[in-house]
């Protein structure tokens, strides 16, 4: 049996959204940008991708800039978000992903913002008394703080987080690159400036992704170039991720609420297995508590154990398992998760993410909850 459960880090994708992409291979090659019919047609499936893109997260077109993915989103939220409004102080935490950590930390080397990060505690919980000392004593401010944590899966309060945002003018960004397309985004109704996903997350084309920029918080591009994007972002269109990704949207709000019971149910039946049948086991940040935490994500710490310490994915992957140790570009390893180390964790218990989709069953749960049994009863 071989088990997929690294769907924070990329998902299969869906058929009908492969099916969606092919004519745009095969049949409709022209270049969005040439006025003649075979571009035409193309800048028209664009356009069509653009409104239901917005239509479903209840944004207006002129707000939806496609790029390549979550990292260039964020890149341009940031990077422009920053230079447009005058912004002179950015607020994160320490568990964000890199895309934001890595680009905010850059921009303060440089001098351009002052940066500081929130504290977080040893759940991964930030203080919004904190942040809004912070915002108190410091105009200019841009806050970036994650949608859902894609390591240990804790929730932001958005709204929370964004009414003081409003409250004191900063700018605020969110990388929701994890809750896209899994949880519902009312975007002219919720307090946010700026907004990120990438479709290999729900299904769709790796390699494709949105920006989400309200209007009245318009920025400078981040990629120079030729007028794409309504001047946002020169280059050719990656024509196939954009159909793409807006056909993956479009089948992830079809049935949101019955794809979000079905992966509860796997989630809940992984926590009560484990506590079964691996004693001492314990759950890294919220990801065990349902309703603070994103339903993908299950983040496990496992006992101390000679065997598997540093070699459990490695054996994991052995017994025809995927998992990961945090995001993806730390896969292969548990040591190096910066989520992990600002959370204290214990390095001599060696931890795993579980991430699922609507494409596993409780059968393969119960495979993988035997295959740790096993490895950790090896030592008994
Ligand atoms: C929270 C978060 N932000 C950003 C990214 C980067 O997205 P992409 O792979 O589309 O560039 C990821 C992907 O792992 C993520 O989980």
């Given at each position: 049996m071989k088990v997929y459960f690294d769907n924070a880090a990329t998902t299969a994708m869906d058929d009908r959204v492969i099916e969606s992409m092919l004519p745009f291979m095969r049949s409709?090659?022209?270049?969005?940008?040439?006025?003649?019919s075979h571009g035409r047609e193309v800048r028209s499936a664009i356009e069509k991708s653009r409104k239901k893109v917005a239509e479903l997260l209840n944004?207006?077109?002129?707000?939806i800039f496609f790029t390549s993915g979550g990292t260039e989103a964020d890149n341009t939220a940031l990077v422009c978000g920053i230079e447009s409004h005058g912004i002179t102080h950015a607020i994160t935490s320490p568990i964000e992903h890199h895309a934001v950590l890595h680009t905010l930390e850059v921009l303060a080397k440089k001098g351009v913002v002052k940066l500081s990060l929130l504290d977080v505690n040893d759940k991964g919980e930030i203080e919004l008394s904190q942040l809004e000392e912070l915002l108190e004593t410091n105009p200019k401010t841009l806050v970036s703080l994650m949608?859902?944590?894609?390591?240990?899966g804790n929730l932001n309060d958005l709204e929370r987080i964004g009414g003081l945002t409003k409250e004191y003018g900063a700018f605020f960004h969110s990388d929701t690159v994890q809750t896209v397309g899994h949880f519902v985004h009312d975007l002219k109704n919720l307090p946010v400036d700026a907004i990120v996903a990438g479709g290999h997350k729900f299904h769709g084309p790796k390699g494709s992704g949105f920006l989400f920029v309200r209007k009245d918080k318009k920025i400078h591009p981040f990629i120079h170039g030729g007028a794409q994007e309504r001047n946002m972002r020169g280059g050719t269109e990656n024509v196939i991720g954009i159909i793409g990704i807006a056909k993956a949207l479009e089948l992830a709000y079809e049935d949101m609420a019955g794809h979000r019971t079905q992966i509860e149910r796997i989630k809940k039946h992984f926590i009560e297995k484990l506590y079964q049948e691996i004693p001492g086991v314990e759950f890294n940040?919220?990801?065990?508590?349902l309703a603070n935490s994103l339903y993908t994500v299950l983040n496990v710490s496992l006992p101390p154990s000679d065997s598997n310490r540093g070699m459990l994915l490695f054996n994991l992957d052995l017994e025809g398992i995927s998992a990961s140790g945090g995001s993806a570009c730390s896969s292969?390893?548990?040591?190096?998760s910066h989520v992990l180390r600002a959370l204290n964790h214990n390095p001599e218990r060696d931890s795993v993410r579980f991430s699922f989709s609507r494409f596993n069953t409780v059968e393969e749960v119960d495979f993988a909850v035997g295959k740790l049994k096993e490895l950790y009863t090896v030592e008994a």
């Amino acid at each position: 049996m071989k088990v997929y459960f690294d769907n924070a880090a990329t998902t299969a994708m869906d058929d009908r959204v492969i099916e969606s992409m092919l004519p745009f291979m095969r049949s409709h090659y022209g270049n969005p940008s040439s006025v003649h019919s075979h571009g035409r047609e193309v800048r028209s499936a664009i356009e069509k991708s653009r409104k239901k893109v917005a239509e479903l997260l209840n944004a207006s077109p002129s707000e939806i800039f496609f790029t390549s993915g979550g990292t260039e989103a964020d890149n341009t939220a940031l990077v422009c978000g920053i230079e447009s409004h005058g912004i002179t102080h950015a607020i994160t935490s320490p568990i964000e992903h890199h895309a934001v950590l890595h680009t905010l930390e850059v921009l303060a080397k440089k001098g351009v913002v002052k940066l500081s990060l929130l504290d977080v505690n040893d759940k991964g919980e930030i203080e919004l008394s904190q942040l809004e000392e912070l915002l108190e004593t410091n105009p200019k401010t841009l806050v970036s703080l994650m949608h859902a944590n894609n390591e240990i899966g804790n929730l932001n309060d958005l709204e929370r987080i964004g009414g003081l945002t409003k409250e004191y003018g900063a700018f605020f960004h969110s990388d929701t690159v994890q809750t896209v397309g899994h949880f519902v985004h009312d975007l002219k109704n919720l307090p946010v400036d700026a907004i990120v996903a990438g479709g290999h997350k729900f299904h769709g084309p790796k390699g494709s992704g949105f920006l989400f920029v309200r209007k009245d918080k318009k920025i400078h591009p981040f990629i120079h170039g030729g007028a794409q994007e309504r001047n946002m972002r020169g280059g050719t269109e990656n024509v196939i991720g954009i159909i793409g990704i807006a056909k993956a949207l479009e089948l992830a709000y079809e049935d949101m609420a019955g794809h979000r019971t079905q992966i509860e149910r796997i989630k809940k039946h992984f926590i009560e297995k484990l506590y079964q049948e691996i004693p001492g086991v314990e759950f890294n940040g919220l990801s065990e508590d349902l309703a603070n935490s994103l339903y993908t994500v299950l983040n496990v710490s496992l006992p101390p154990s000679d065997s598997n310490r540093g070699m459990l994915l490695f054996n994991l992957d052995l017994e025809g398992i995927s998992a990961s140790g945090g995001s993806a570009c730390s896969s292969g390893a548990t040591v190096g998760s910066h989520v992990l180390r600002a959370l204290n964790h214990n390095p001599e218990r060696d931890s795993v993410r579980f991430s699922f989709s609507r494409f596993n069953t409780v059968e393969e749960v119960d495979f993988a909850v035997g295959k740790l049994k096993e490895l950790y009863t090896v030592e008994a």
